[in-house]
């Protein structure tokens, strides 16, 4: 199962992808604590403010990930 957040409703309807969505932010995602065995992140950590990337990592990545699980992301400026 595949499930996409995304904090834009507008992007979230411009997607191709044929998946689940969930309108909500990176520092609180509304998934069950450690639910989650993988999180992929494109394009998202850059448009965070910085003060709220440490909120974002760990109360709503690293909080929905199960023991094990692995997020990935690949490498953007802006941090």
């Known amino acids: ?3 996409g957040c995304e904090l834009s409703l507008g992007m979230i309807k411009a997607a191709q992808e044929q ?3 969930i309108n909500c932010s990176a520092t609180h995602i509304p998934i ?3 639910s989650v065995d993988l999180v ?3 394009a998202t950590l850059h ?3 910085k003060h709220l990337v440490n909120a974002a990592l760990r109360g709503g990545i ?3 990930l199960s ?3 692995a997020y990935l992301w690949p490498p953007c400026g802006g941090l």
């Open 1 to 3: 199962m595949y499930i």
């Open 19 to 21: 998946i689940d969505w």
């Open 32 to 34: 069950r604590p450690g």
């Open 40 to 42: 992929i992140s494109i």
């Open 47 to 49: 448009h965070i403010p």
């Open 62 to 64: 690293h909080e929905s």
């Open 67 to 69: 023991p094990g699980g």
